[in-house]
């Protein structure tokens, strides 16, 4: 029995998360899970959507009855999955001028991030849910191997952050927060969120830093993305770092738009302060 097949959807023949987000866009055939309304989104001045595949597995799973998460299947994720690919690259042919799905395997993160501190999977369900991803995902490369890349149900897999055109205007659907990062400076590339169908644009990106949420001044980068965690990929420093930079940011009035540059710049100014070291080595 494929117990995924019970999980809760709504508008869209996804599950709740993911369709509250299409149904910001276009609208459903259906009625929705309950009476809340969704404000629809203007989503024309985006070329293209792209879509974070482990995000569909998220949602496919925490739509799932918790009681059954356990006996669910890599087969079982792997069906469903491929179904709302499918489901969603239909649904949203007229809205964008393409839509592509992507999954990052993340293999240098550490590499590339040394001084970071990783999360892990503290939980059997969580241990769970990750191979369960991992292994479907997996077979689904191997049989799309031979598809065509312009195949539009086709996922682009990348061996650690995902990588769009020049001069595309992005709608990205994802929740990990690393992606924002490949979206560049683009002022017109913006996040939408699942469940509540949000769009993001920069200056709201600080929401996504974990324990940054209410720091709206904060910019968006790899270092304040380290430094006070996603939630997803990276664990948060100690306290009196976050509270370091938070004070370096105060005073130099940091807004959305300070640059890396200027933020070491900043940092390095305090030279009798050794914390000022651990954070410079995160640039």
Sequence with gaps: MNYLLDRVTSHHDCSIGTSIALQSIVEGSRSGYDDTEIKKNDCSKYDTMCINVYTLCRNILSACSSEYIQYVKEEDLRAVLLAEIAYIADALSNAFQTVSFYYCQYSDLQKNHPFAKLLSDNTDRQKHATYLIVRAVSKIMDTQSQMDDKDKEKIKVFKNNFAIEDNKNVLLLTNQPYNLLALGSSSRSSLIESHTASIKSRPLWYTKLHMAKQET?????????????????????PKVYRDYLLEVGRKFKWNSDTTLDRIRLNVSFDRDNPIRHDILDLF
């Design 217 to 237: 001044w904060m910019p968006f980068n790899h270092v304040t993305l380290q430094l006070f965690g996603d939630g997803t990929l990276f664990q948060s420093y």
